[in-house]
């Protein structure tokens, strides 16, 4: 309730800003370019250009307000600026029906963009696409008008980045939101909201600050990443798209994946946290256990090696973990690399929010004696952008004379005395080295003892 009354404050305090700051009814006055209902742009001299009076380009950078008039309209800013003095709007939607503002940059505004369907009846089913709305007080207002599609812009430093108030069946999707100071996106008395695949980072600087996502009247929230919020969200919705499509990544869930299925009961990680994410009255049943980045996804998430020390000649075994955490069926090639030499590559196929081990025996015979990094890498498949996790370094391994188990290229008392201190112990047991077990057959005996004994004295 706190969080509530503080929100509720807030709002009345930025609407009274905006009431000051922006004098929301259009007025004529100079530093304004009005797009009219029949096409023409006045003043005629403004840097937008339009050939069908429809689509309408920015030729060079703005630094004036935009109102718009007319209906079924694109203002394309062919990626211009488009700037204020601190208050007042960029653009200004009037409001207008199917409207759209694409690849424009828009800073230093009391709003950015704004929407408002009271005065003249609800309308709505504006686009707002690919923009970079930054350094205003709202980058994106909206009130009274339904059906708004918000994709894919840069929504960040301003005082709260998205604000829909009073607006039902939008669709917020892939936008990053990130640093603004009160709230990253604000939805006041909405229904029917979906609100997918957003990064929604570093929003609000307090626990008075309404934080990554305000939310009142639900939604269904699923796919965004939520990192380093404060708070990261509040309110009512459906906080997952079920199984398995999964719910959102959450920087702050420290939960671990250990099974899967939809009551995450059977062995296997599937990328989906094994216990739900909750936070005040908020529920997300399945987690993410890493940032969504789309439908495709492949990662490796471990590469562990039986030994880290080897004598020439003999072998280690080499385990490589990788996950499926899109929503297809997918097939690939993994590679196994000591430092650029190829160990094999294999051919994987992983259904949906499955995983699988890679278990292979790297015989050392031909191998030169030295430092090795081992490697494994996916190839990224069709569909994929975040690629980073696909390749995976374990660490290093040292090929050396059978015996020398410190590593020190040498085999001397230092490696008798150790093999000797555990003599006789197998895998079960806690005082057990593989790297003494120079035969790796799973235990320290007489057979690893010979074979150090053989090398005594040698060096290399």
């Given at each position: ?271 989906i946290g094994d216990a739900p994410?909750v936070i005040d009255a908020i ?32 072998s280690l075994n080499i385990k ?141």
């Amino acid at each position: 309730m706190r969080r509530l009354a503080s929100g509720i404050i807030v709002i009345l305090l930025l609407t009274s800003m905006l009431t000051l700051a922006l004098n929301i009814q259009p007025v004529e006055a100079s530093g304004t370019i009005y797009i009219r209902a029949d096409g023409s742009v006045e003043p005629s001299t403004a840097n937008i250009t339009s050939a069908d009076n429809v689509t309408y380009y920015f030729t060079d950078n703005i630094y004036d307000s935009i109102v718009v008039e007319r209906d079924n309209i694109v203002i394309d800013g062919a990626g211009y600026t488009l700037q204020g003095t601190g208050s007042g709007t960029g653009i200004d939607l009037c409001p207008i029906s199917n409207g759209t503002v694409k690849n424009t940059k828009i800073t230093n505004f009391g709003t950015g963009i704004y929407y408002d369907g009271w005065i003249f009846g609800t309308y709505g089913n504006c686009t707002i696409v690919g923009n970079t709305l930054s350094n205003n007080v709202h980058g994106f207002y909206c009130y009274n008008s339904d059906s708004h599609t918000i994709i894919g812009n840069n929504v960040s430093n301003n005082i709260q980045g998205i604000h829909i108030y009073d607006s039902n069946n939008n669709v917020l999707l892939n936008n990053i939101v990130s640093s603004n100071t009160d709230a990253g996106i604000f939805l006041f008395v909405t229904r029917g909201n979906t609100i997918s695949a957003n990064t929604i980072s570093n929003n609000g600087v307090s626990d008075e600050s309404l934080g990554g996502l305000w939310i009142s009247g639900g939604g269904k929230i699923f796919h965004n990443n939520f990192v380093d919020n404060i708070p990261q969200v509040w309110g009512s919705g459906v906080w997952d798209n079920g199984y398995p499509s999964g719910g959102n990544y959450w920087s702050d869930y420290n939960g671990t994946d250990l099974f899967g299925s939809r009551y995450q009961n059977e062995t296997g990680s599937d990328g989906i946290g094994d216990a739900p994410y909750v936070i005040d009255a908020i529920t997300d049943n399945y987690p993410l256990m890493k940032t969504y980045a789309g439908p495709h996804d492949i990662g490796i998430t471990s590469v562990n090696t039986s030994k880290t020390i080897v004598g020439e000649d003999y072998s280690l075994n080499i385990k490589v973990k990788i996950i499926n955490y899109g929503e297809q069926p997918e097939t690939f090639n993994v590679t196994i690399k000591a430092n650029s030499t190829t160990i094999k590559t294999q051919t994987v196929t992983l259904t949906n929010r499955n995983s699988t081990t890679i278990n292979l025996t790297w015989n050392t015979t031909g191998w030169d004696k030295g430092n090795y990094t081992i490697t494994a890498k996916a190839t990224p498949i069709p569909g994929e952008t975040d690629t980073a996790d696909n390749t995976f370094i374990d660490g290093w391994v040292v090929i050396t004379l059978p015996g020398d188990v410190d590593g020190d290229r040498d085999v001397d008392i230092y490696d008798i005395v150790r093999m000797a201190g555990i003599y006789g112990t197998t895998e079960e047991d806690p005082q057990y080295d593989p790297n003494c077990d120079i035969d790796g057959d799973g235990d320290i005996d007489i057979y690893d003892i010979v074979a150090a004994a053989g090398n005594y004295g040698e060096s290399w």
